[in-house]
């Protein structure tokens, strides 16, 4: 059962965000960092659950044929130089 804390894909991509810029800093005392490594983990496993189920979505439409192909990055990643 997924972590009733978090609310969306997009809510857990900015918190696991601002989790990794706190971390870096490294002022923080060693159970602080521990509590907030453990959030980081839990948000990045629902972020992948919500992952795979989308690529099982769009496997699915294209197995229908209600579209040729998914997108090869799905919107994630770098975009081609120039795009933005």
Known sequence: MMDPTIKDFESAVAE???IVKTLEE???ALEKSLELYERGVQLARFCHSKLEGAERRIEMLN???EIKE???ALG???????TK
């Open 26 to 28: 490294g002022d923080l």
């Open 70 to 72: 998914a997108s090869p």
């Open 16 to 18: 696991l965000d601002a």
């Open 76 to 82: 994630l990643g770098s975009e081609p130089a120039g």
């Open 63 to 65: 197995e229908r044929g």
